[in-house]
């Protein structure tokens, strides 16, 4: 009997493969400096920003310039909950989620009556109107920001559990508790998004992105569907970004809200590696983790050799580096295109 499937060798040695990194990077601290893990969550926390962007853009059709207000509101929850409701840092970063799942309701609301490039500066300029907005939050700082108390910071679920296993101080246990955080986060993020494309719900995203009116006539609810990945999505980034400043333990609206940290870095990585794949956005921000730890001293030209990277791979390599490499060898290692699969024929004809 013939049927439909995904599977691929090559996708059953990827999930073997992932089980045993994740496996390694849960016992990492053990071996490695406070530096590496530090780089390490920032490695992990950006992948996961560009995965959720990458479904938005590159599955969903949905190019949204406006990330950063979900990144923001997810943080400035998290604070809230620690410093005005006496939450554990940890329990705190789920209030991030829901906020930025509340804002995205309105968002999403004003946005879907625009279309293509209008669509993405309407997410800007919300974005920028949240931005605007928690600045006058006098209780959290204002438009200086604030800090997380000393007394939450030293009492964080799990950090001495994570000191008596490694013997490290605080901080570092602060480090490698929010960086298994990050793994895990990381993990569930892409996981869920490589289970929703092998599905018909991932069909049906496809369909939308490639033709609104032709999914609609084969019954594709493209207003729902939108409003679910759109909704999805921003309760990760807020997840995201509360996890980032309980890292940080410091908040202001410009470091929440910072276009360039949130949207534009999310943005290259999505396209120097390749959108609308899995792989792509892990090439992509090995890549600007590279550049950015090569160049990060050389001030404007670290942000001109960004810029001509991702001019150079638009023009030489349109489908992203994790394209090139594909159409050249024909690998899919999160593969989610459907083919027919037979029946084997034993013993020849």
């Known amino acids: 009997m013939y049927r439909l499937t995904t599977r691929t060798r090559a996708g059953t040695a990827t999930e073997i493969a992932v089980l045993v990194l994740v496996l390694a990077g849960l016992a990492l601290p053990a071996v490695t ?23 938005l853009a590159g599955y969903g059709g949905l190019v949204s310039v406006g990330q950063q ?31 930025a799942l509340t804002l995205a309701v309105p968002t999403a609301f004003f946005a879907f009556r625009l279309q293509g490039a209008y669509f993405a ?13 928690i600045a006058q939050w006098k209780a959290l700082g204002g438009g200086t920001g604030t800090s997380l108390p000393r007394e939450a910071t030293s009492n964080i679920m799990g950090t001495d559990a994570i000191r008596a296993l490694f013997g490290v101080r605080e901080a570092a246990a602060r480090d490698i508790l929010a960086y298994w955080l990050a793994l895990a986060l990381v993990v569930v993020v892409t996981g869920c998004i490589y289970w929703l494309l092998r599905s018909r719900l991932g069909l049906a995203l496809a369909a939308v992105r490639d033709n609104v009116e032709a999914a609609q006539a084969v019954g594709v609810d493209v207003g729902r569907l939108k409003w679910a990945v759109f909704l999805i999505a921003a309760a990760a980034t807020g997840l ?7 890292q940080t333990a410091r908040i202001s609206p410009e470091a929440a809200f910072a276009v360039t940290d949130w949207t534009a870095y999310v943005i290259f990585i999505v396209v120097i590696g390749g959108i609308g794949t899995i792989e792509g956005p892990i090439v992509g921000v090995l ?20 810029g001509l990277a991702a001019i150079a791979v638009m023009l030489f390599a349109p489908k992203g580096l994790w394209g090139l490499i ?24």
């Open 33 to 55: 400096p406070r530096g590496v893990i530090q780089d390490l969550f920032f490695i992990l926390t950006m992948l996961t920003l560009a995965q959720i962007w990458n479904l």
């Open 69 to 99: 207000a979900f990144v923001g509101i997810g943080a400035y929850a998290m604070f809230a909950g620690v410093i005005l409701l006496g939450w554990n840092p940890v329990a705190a970063i789920l209030l991030g989620g829901l906020a």
């Open 121 to 133: 500066i309407g997410t800007w300029v919300i974005a920028e109107v949240t931005r605007l907005l």
């Open 240 to 246: 995201t970004g509360a996890l980032i400043f309980v």
């Open 287 to 306: 890549v600007f983790f590279a550049l950015r730890s090569a160049l990060a001293d050389y001030g404007s030209w670290y942000l001109m050799t960004l």
């Open 326 to 349: 594909s159409a050249r060898t024909g690998l899919h290692l999160f593969p989610v295109r459907r083919r027919l699969a037979g029946p084997k024929i034993e013993g020849g004809n």
